[in-house]
Antibody, heavy 120, light 108 residues
Framework: QVQLQESGPGLVKPSGTLSLTCAVSGGSISSSNWWSWVRQPPGKGLEWIGEIYHSGNTNYNPSLKSRVTISVDKSKNQFSLKLSSVTAADTAVYYC?????????????WGQGTLVTVSS | EVVLTQSPGTLSLSPGERATLSCRASQSVSSSYLAWYQQKPGQAPRLLIYGASSRATGIPDRFSGSGSGTDFTLTISRLEPEDFAVYYCQQYGSSPRTFGQGTKVEIK
């Protein structure tokens, strides 16, 4: 069973770049899987950020597309999220999740999530 | 973009009662590509239902999903104390993937 674990700075300055990593265990990131990022502002709902296929193909939420980059590091069995030009509105719990082998799939499993606060 | 609207926003019920949660889509959801998640405070969402009506592994049979097209329902037949949480629907038939705003099931 694949397990996911997010890591990265918990505090980012406004106008800076948020960088998070999701470590994959119990399976290979090079398997035919889609990998995704979802975020949740405090007390609010869930928002899909984007996704990457093991080959490197990506899809992003149009609302964030200009600021988001998702990449895969096969040597470390992990994938990453970069969100540039952050503001307080980007403060959220960030989750990584697996979509399995098909694009037409649900999010399962999820990482435990990591809170990122944007503040000076 | 498919907008998902969940109702009600909050459902106040007692243990043992039946809960019926609604998720309505702004356009037809392809091939019933709709999932339901449960989220408890401080935890990641947990998959309950996929394909509108298929229970995920380990999910009790008191949880059931139904619907197609634009109208979907999650039913909890008899609420257990551990079922009080927030529930989200999510469509994965088109991009961008979208979630409903959530329904909170609280103890009455």
């Amino acid at each position: 069973q694949v397990q996911l674990q997010e890591s990265g700075p918990g505090l980012v300055k406004p106008s800076g770049t948020l960088s998070l990593t999701c470590a994959v265990s119990g399976g290979s990131i090079s398997s035919s899987n889609w990998w995704s990022w979802v975020r949740q502002p405090p007390g609010k709902g869930l928002e899909w950020i984007g996704e990457i296929y093991h080959s490197g193909n990506t899809n992003y939420n149009p609302s964030l597309k200009s600021r988001v980059t998702i990449s895969v590091d096969k040597s470390k069995n992990q994938f990453s999220l970069k969100l540039s030009s952050v503001t307080a509105a980007d403060t959220a719990v960030y989750y990584c999740a697996s979509l399995g082998s098909s694009w037409y799939n649900w999010f399962d499993p999820w990482g435990q999530g990591t809170l990122v606060t944007v503040s000076s | 973009e498919v907008v998902l609207t969940q109702s009600p926003g909050t459902l106040s019920l007692s243990p043992g009662e039946r809960a019926t949660l609604s998720c309505r889509a702004s356009q037809s959801v392809s091939s019933s590509y709709l999932a339901w998640y449960q989220q408890k405070p401080g935890q990641a969402p947990r998959l309950l239902i996929y394909g509108a009506s298929s229970r995920a592994t380990g999910i009790p049979d008191r949880f059931s999903g139904s619907g197609s097209g634009t109208d979907f329902t999650l039913t909890i037949s008899r609420l257990e104390p551990e079922d009080f949480a927030v529930y989200y629907c999510q469509q994965y038939g088109s991009s961008p993937r979208t979630f409903g705003q959530g329904t909170k099931v609280e103890i009455k």
